[in-house]
């Protein structure tokens, strides 16, 4: 059965405690914690070792799974704090950006070659890696996630199929994840209007919003098998957003998600 979970990102006008909480009464399953240099360190990997016991006692006593932490940088002494951390911990999955820029002449296979060190160090952890195609990165669109497939041999390397930069790549998702979807190990989720370059208001991210076909999305990950985490990953929330507003957009997508995959038998 498929897991729905959020990247506390959401919630980074507040604490890690106040977003489990909020998380757990939307009904999802588990938490993806934020540690995203300049923008959310829910997990903070200078400190990690001092948070270790509150963090696992906070998402255990809001009945939640820990799914995933999101670093979102390529930096190896970062990321190996990481690694160590989500051991210690207890999360699976240790999710970054691509890196390099779109349509520039050797910057994929720069960024595989990072992936799959990466990876290798990952593996010595006992974690997950997993990159997602980023919209402006050198790693942007199915072809390119193909190409580091195809390079990166490790077990502890796995695809992060985010549908709305896909999307903004200008390709259908439910008709790109078929051929991605034997390496994808964790899946972040939101919607957007139009395919800008950015994800839009928060609002207007929350699953049923936008124009992605998610329930297409969804019946492709159950017709391929698909069992992992399904993550909720809203950003730009900001000072004027209320405790209630990004609950809202958490609450909605909930509720969207989840009736979506009990229609398709998947939870």
Not at 206 to 225: E, F, P, S, T
Request: charged share 20%; glycine share 10%; proline share 3%.
């Amino acid at each position: 059965m498929i897991k729905l979970g959020v990247n506390s990102v959401l919630f980074k006008q507040f604490d890690f405690a106040t977003a489990a909480q909020q998380i757990a009464r939307c009904g999802y399953d588990g938490i993806e914690i934020a540690a995203i240099s300049g923008m959310c360190e829910h997990l903070d990997l200078n400190n990690w070792k001092a948070q270790k016991q509150e963090l696992q006692a906070i998402v255990e006593g809001n009945g939640l799974q820990w799914l995933s932490t999101e670093v979102a940088s390529l930096d190896e002494e970062r990321l190996i704090r990481a690694f160590e951390a989500a051991a210690e911990i207890g999360i699976p999955v240790v999710n970054i950006g691509p890196g390099g820029k779109a349509g520039v002449e050797g910057d994929v296979e720069a960024s595989i070659e990072t992936l799959a060190k990466l990876a290798d160090k990952a593996e010595s952890f006992g974690v997950t890696l997993c990159v997602k195609a980023h919209v402006g990165n050198a790693i942007y669109n199915t072809p390119t996630t193909l190409q580091a497939m195809e390079a990166i041999a490790s077990q502890s390397f796995g695809i992060d199929m985010d549908p709305s930069h896909i999307h903004r790549a200008l390709e259908n998702a439910e008709e790109a994840l078929p051929a991605v979807l034997s390496r994808v190990k964790h899946v972040h989720i939101r919607d957007c209007k139009g395919r800008e370059q950015g994800p839009g208001p928060i609002a207007l991210q929350a699953c049923g919003r936008g124009d992605i076909d998610l329930y297409g999305y969804c019946k492709a990950m159950v017709d391929g098998g698909y069992e992992g985490p399904v993550v909720l990953e809203v950003i730009g929330a900001g000072p004027d957003h209320t405790l209630a507003d990004v609950s809202i957009v958490a609450a909605e997508s909930y509720g969207y998600l989840n009736a979506i995959l009990k229609q398709l038998n998947a939870r």
